[in-house]
C-alpha cells in the first residue's frame, strides 16, 4: 500500500482493532485509492481520507421489547451516520443476530459510495439491531419496532436521515416502524422508504436491487460482447433481493439453478421457472419457511450447510454468479471453485459478499466482476425515487420508476467504466466504483470546508 493509504489503514486498525468487517472495507476502498492517491493534492484529498474513515456520528441503544409470554428483552440498536457530505444519510435498517458495530460501520461506510454513484442527493447511514424476526410473531416484531423508533425517531427526519430496509426488515418491519414515529411526530413525511402502497411506497421498490444488479451486470456483459440469454446462473439466498434477481434473469432469457437460505442450498437443473419462483416467493416472504421445502415440493438437490467447508453453491458449473446472501459468504475457495468452473462474471447482489483475497483471485483470472456498490445501487436509488415522489406528492407508474433505474444502472456503468479506464485497468469496475464515489465525496467535503 501507499505510505498515505497504509497510514489510513493502521489508524483504523489501532482505533478499531476488533471490527474486521469495517477494517476489511476500508482496506479495500484504500487499495483502489493506491491508483490515484499521487495525483491528489496532499493538503486537500490525502486529509479527506482520514475523515471518510470516520461515522460523522455513531448512535447505540437499548431497545427493551415484551415477547408474547410477558417477559421484558433487551436488544441492542445502531444507526451509524456516515456522511452527510451530498445529501441527507441514506441507508438501511437491518435485523439479525450478527449485526455489531463492525457490520453497521461497514455497511455504512459502503452506502456513502453507493448512494454517490446513482447521482442523487444521498449521504450514507445503516442501522438495524441483533433482534431476530425469525420465529418471532407479528405482534412480538410490532412490539419491538415501537420501541426501536422510540428511540430512533430523535435521530431521525425527512432532512436528515431516512433508513430503510435490509435483511430482517420488508413490509411488514417498514409499516410498524413508519406508524410508530409517525405516533411519536405527528407527522406524515417520507422519513422512512419501502413503504406500502397505501402510504407513500413506491413501484418497484421491492424490485429494485434484484433488478439493478442485473441490468448492471446486463451492461457489462455487453461491453465485453456477451449475453444473459441462455447462461446458466447461480444465485445465492432467497429473501428480497435473490428473488428479484430471479425474476429479471428469467426475464432476460437466463437460467438460474440455484436459491439458498442459511440452512443449505437447493440444486434445479431444469431451471427455477417463474412459477417455481411464485413459490418460492410465497414460502419466504408469507410462510417463512425454510428453502428445503422447495427441494421436497419439486424433488430436487437439497444440501445442508457445513460451515467448515467450501459452500457447495459455488461449486457448481455455470456461467454468471449472483451472491445475494449476506457479507463474506464467497471464500477463498469457492473462489478457486468458480475459477476452475469457468465463472465469467460474479454480480454482487449482497454487500461484501467476497472475501478481500476471493476478489482479488477473480481479478487476477480475467473474471468481469460488479462489485456491491456499483451493482446493488438500485434499491437505494428507487429509495432516492421514493423520497423524490414523497416530496411531490406524487406517484408514478412501474414504467416510470423502471425507467428511472435503468438509466441509473446505466450511469453508474458509465461512470465506473470511463473511472477504470482512465485510473486503473479496463474492467476493474472495483477501482472504477470507488474511484468515481470517492472523486464526488471528497469534492464536497472540500467545498463545504473538509467536514
Not at 63 to 70: F, K, N, R
Not at 124 to 153: H, I, W
Not at 305 to 324: H, L, Q, V
Amino acid at each position: 500500500m501507499h505510505e498515505v493509504t497504509e497510514s489510513v489503514y493502521k489508524r483504523v486498525c489501532q482505533l478499531d482493532p476488533d471490527q474486521k468487517e469495517f477494517q476489511q472495507a476500508v482496506y479495500t476502498f484504500l487499495l483502489s485509492m493506491d491508483k490515484i492517491i499521487d495525483e491528489l493534492p496532499e493538503v486537500t484529498y490525502h486529509k479527506i481520507l482520514e475523515r471518510m474513515v470516520e461515522p460523522e456520528r455513531a448512535v447505540i441503544f437499548r431497545v427493551p421489547w415484551i415477547d408474547d409470554e410477558g417477559r421484558v428483552q433487551i436488544n441492542r440498536g445502531f444507526r451509524i451516520q456516515q456522511s452527510s457530505a451530498i445529501g441527507p444519510y441514506k441507508g438501511g435498517l437491518r435485523l439479525h443476530p450478527s449485526v455489531n458495530l463492525s457490520i453497521m460501520k461497514f455497511l455504512a461506510f459502503e452506502q456513502v459510495f453507493k448512494n454517490a454513484l446513482t447521482g442523487l442527493p444521498m449521504g450514507g447511514g445503516k442501522g438495524g439491531s441483533d433482534f431476530n424476526p425469525k420465529g418471532k410473531s407479528d405482534a412480538e416484531v410490532m412490539r419491538f419496532c415501537q420501541s426501536f423508533m422510540t428511540e430512533l425517531y430523535r435521530h431521525i427526519g425527512p432532512n436528515t436521515d431516512v433508513p430503510a430496509g435490509d435483511i430482517g426488515v420488508g413490509g411488514r418491519e417498514i409499516g410498524f416502524l413508519f406508524g410508530q414515529y409517525k405516533r411519536l411526530t405527528n407527522r406524515f413525511e417520507g422519513v422512512l422508504t419501502g413503504k406500502g402502497q397505501t402510504y407513500g411506497g413506491s413501484l418497484i421498490r421491492p424490485e429494485a436491487t434484484g433488478y439493478g444488479l442485473v441490468y448492471l451486470s446486463d451492461y457489462i456483459l455487453k461491453g465485453e460482447g456477451k449475453t444473459l440469454e441462455g447462461k446458466e446462473c447461480l444465485v445465492s439466498g432467497s429473501g428480497n433481493v435473490a428473488q428479484f434477481t430471479v425474476e429479471k434473469l428469467n426475464s432476460l432469457g437466463a437460467k438460474v439453478v440455484t436459491l439458498s437460505d442459511s440452512n443449505g442450498m437447493i440444486y434445479d437443473p431444469s431451471g427455477i421457472t417463474p412459477e417455481k419462483l411464485a413459490y418460492v416467493k410465497q414460502l419466504k416472504n408469507v410462510k417463512r419457511g425454510r428453502i428445503h421445502e422447495y427441494a421436497e415440493k419439486y424433488n430436487v438437490e437439497y444440501i445442508a450447510r457445513d460451515t467448515s467447508k467450501p459452500n457447495p453453491i459455488w461449486d457448481i458449473k455455470a456461467d454468471y454468479a449472483f451472491p445475494c446472501a449476506t457479507q463474506n459468504e464467497i471464500t477463498v475457495a469457492d473462489a478457486k471453485n468458480l475459477v476452475n468452473n469457468g465463472i465469467q462474471l460474479i454480480g454482487e447482489g449482497a454487500n461484501m459478499p467476497c472475501q478481500a483475497e476471493a476478489e482479488k483471485i477473480f481479478l487476477e483470472n480475467g473474471v468481469l466482476l460488479a462489485p456491491a456498490k456499483a451493482a446493488n445501487a438500485g434499491g437505494v436509488a428507487v429509495s432516492g425515487l421514493e423520497m423524490c415522489q414523497n416530496s411531490m406528492r406524487l406517484k408514478w407508474t412501474s414504467e416510470e420508476v423502471d425507467q428511472k433505474l435503468q438509466q441509473i444502472m446505466k450511469g453508474i456503468y458509465d461512470s465506473i467504466s470511463s473511472a477504470a479506464d482512465k485510473y486503473s485497468e479496463h474492467n476493474n469496475f472495483v477501482d472504477g466504483a470507488n474511484i468515481a464515489s470517492f472523486l464526488k465525496v471528497s469534492e464536497a467535503m472540500i467545498a463545504q470546508g473538509y467536514v
